[in-house]
């Protein structure tokens, strides 16, 4: 059994609910070990709905390729625990990580404390013992009582807010955008996405009360699709760049906000030139967010000149996203054939997700997800049909790729989505 998933089974034993957004208990546990949160690098902060975790991987593809060692935290995890904590470049080792949650869980002395919590502060521990440049933290849920919204950033970010965890955060986006907003701290600098004018209204009410200097897209600085890439622009700052390694129109606007936030850094006094920014965005790695598989037994099984994609977003927003590359394959030449495979998660709206790709995939095969709350195949189904896409019931993505192949014409595109679950073990299987 890997460490993290026995400590998580004696976490729960202390605090039975997997979810409880508040920071006392973190912050007791923080002051016993010493604050090592206090002892972090310039850091940064990310908050959002959808694209959080791809803002994460330009601002590190960035900063690394200027050179600077970058402390990396970020949540959920696809196939080993380790890729959460990334110190100072490299994914955690199983004998520090080991060593620090052994460490976290005998100071705990345990007291009531959750999972992310506890590998929360494991991760703050580990980044406060060895040197970097600078850190970027991802938020696990919401801002406001998450966790990670202990520290002191030199800079705040929060990407494109939607529905999302609506149990925990309510279900008006004027409320989750308060609480996305949370993270913001005073006179700090924020740099925002994309918004809705309801969360870009909510959001600029905290910042005033807390004097937060906000970098806005389509305010302070600009965004320009262009057929070479993007255009980038603000007041003090022009640059036409390539298009980023990830793909999605979504991705434009991710990469777009990095360098919103290089520029910040730069008045911090990071030296992030043009060309590191350029080569940063061309070296972004960030699997199952649009990611073409291109190789493993998965891929090996398909017939000639078909092709297999794997998304992990959840969403309405996110279906939205996929929609829109949906219908850029259907202006291909000689497009593919599009078909779903989807698992999800019942905190989720699966027909939300599902509704605007509906249009777009010829049918849907849908799996279950083990150990989790999730839909059954034939519960995910049903929301399926409601949305209007044929969709059957499978074991797994392999029978559900089995299926597939036996019943639908070659060459085909398929999509695996609806959960990052799902897509991390897609990716073990897939080798």
Known sequence: MAVADSLLERVMRLHPRSIDLGLERIDRLLQALGSPHR???????????????????????????????????????????????????RIIEDDALDEILTECEETNQEQPITFFEITTAAAY?????????????????GGRFDATNVID?????????????????????????????????????????????????VIAGEAAKLAVPLFRMGREWQLMPTEDG??????????????????????????????ACI?????????????????????????????????????????AGSELWLDGGHNEDCGIVLARQAAEWAREPAPLPLHLIFGM??????????????RHARTARAVPIEGH?????????????DVGLDCAP??????????????????????????????????ARNG
């Open 153 to 201: 950033p030199v800079l705040s970010a929060i990407t494109p807010i939607g529905y999302d965890h609506t149990g925990f955060l309510g279900d008006k986006l004027e409320g989750i955008a308060a609480e996305k907003a949370g993270i913001l701290k005073r006179a700090v600098p924020a740099v925002i996405g994309r918004q809705r004018e309801v969360s870009a209204e």
């Open 39 to 89: 002892q972090l690098p310039p850091a940064v902060h990310v908050a959002g709905t959808n694209g959080k975790g791809s803002l994460v991987a330009y601002l590190r593809a960035m900063a690394e390729a200027a050179g600077y060692r970058v402390h990396v935290y970020t949540s959920p995890h696809l196939v080993r625990f380790n890729e959460r904590i990334r110190v100072a470049g």
């Open 263 to 303: 520029e910040r850094l730069r008045a911090a006094r990071f030296e992030i030139d043009d060309a590191a920014i350029a080569k940063g965005l061309g070296s972004v790695d960030w699997p199952a967010r649009l990611q073409k598989l291109v190789r493993g037994p998965l891929v090996d099984a398909l017939p």
């Open 125 to 141: 521990l580990a980044f406060s013992r060895v040197p970097a440049d600078l850190a970027v933290i991802e938020v696990g849920m």
């Open 373 to 385: 709350s999730a839909y059954t195949p034939i519960e995910a189904c049903a929301r399926a049909d």
């Open 394 to 427: 499978a074991y797994d993505v392999g029978s559900a790729l089995e299926d597939l192949l036996a019943t639908q014409p070659a060459p085909m595109r398929i999509l695996i989505c609806g959960s990052l679950h799902v897509a991390g073990d897609v990716l």
């Open 230 to 259: 993007f255009r980038y622009h603000s007041d003090l700052l022009a640059l036409d760049l390539p298009p980023p390694a990830l793909i999605g129109a979504h991705q434009i606007d991710n990469a777009a906000t990095a360098v």
């Open 345 to 358: 998660l019942t905190t989720k709206d699966a027909a939300g997700f599902l509704r605007p790709l509906a």
